[in-house]
């Protein structure tokens, strides 16, 4: 499968399901103490500047850092799933691929990435983590969570679905080894600042075991970093 094809059939998966993933999965967070947790610390550490919520979906996460206090922006490849969000929530979304963000350099004072990068390939998933890297300030924090194994697929492999609630997709999902995009994370200009990792809640997600990897976007030596680059627009256009 080429990469480009694994895009649409994400896109056009996530934006058949939209509506049912969205009333499913809710209000999931109140039953995910660890992630609320994780969230809190992550916004306590970001207190200024607009933050990225990469793969919002329907946009649950985003309205939880939202009641933080923080100015959040959330980001998916589906149109079926911003239009959702926006339904939802009163925050701005915007439609685009993570692998090429529709954002200035350094504009981002922090980032989170829940389960999205599981359906991308390491190749992908490297232009991503190094599009993370370039719009995070330096010293940025951000949070990438993502499957690691369950009954069915170990560390390292993959599985690809065709019916989702009765609905017909065809979505590859890729369960990673958390010392490798630890590795992934840090080649893009990260540096790991935590690791956690968890079972799965009983009756409220997949029962996958999950990580999920606190890292921070490095400072640089000098002034090379395309701070100046307007190649792409700001956070502040985009979302308006």
């Known amino acids: 499968m080429s990469t480009r094809h694994g895009y649409r059939s994400t896109r056009h998966s996530y934006d058949t399901v939209a ?19 994780l969230l809190g610390a992550f916004a306590e550490q970001t207190p200024g500047g607009p ?10 996460v985003s309205a939880y ?14 149109t079926g799933m911003g239009v959702v969000a ?9 439609t685009a691929d993570m692998t090429a963000l529709p954002v200035r350099s350094g504009a981002i004072a922090g980032l989170v990435c829940l389960y999205a990068v599981i359906h991308l390939d390491p190749a992908a998933r490297a232009t991503a983590y190094a599009e993370f890297a370039r719009v995070l300030q330096p010293g940025g924090l951000a949070i990438i969570a993502f499957h690691v194994e369950d009954d069915g697929t170990r560390m390292g492999g993959h ?9 017909e997709v065809e979505l590859t999902f890729h369960y990673l080894d958390p010392a490798a995009e630890t590795v992934a994370l840090t080649a893009a200009g990260f540096e790991l ?10 009756g409220t ?3 996958s075991h999950r990580s999920y990897l606190l ?3 490095s400072v640089p030596s000098g002034n090379d970093q395309g701070a100046g680059d307007t190649t792409r627009r700001s956070i502040t256009t985009i979302s308006s």
């Open 215 to 217: 890292a921070r976007r």
């Open 19 to 37: 509506a049912r993933y969205a009333a499913e999965i809710d209000d999931e967070l109140q039953a995910k103490p660890w992630d609320r947790a």
């Open 159 to 167: 599985k690809t679905v065709t019916t989702w609630w009765e609905h």
């Open 205 to 207: 997600e997949h029962q």
């Open 193 to 202: 600042v935590g690791r956690f990792d968890r079972a799965p809640h009983p």
């Open 51 to 60: 933050i990225l919520d990469v793969g919002c979906g329907p946009g649950h």
């Open 86 to 94: 926006r339904q939802a929530t009163s925050l701005p979304f915007v």
């Open 65 to 78: 850092l939202a009641g933080w206090g923080l100015d959040v922006v959330g980001l998916d490849l589906s």
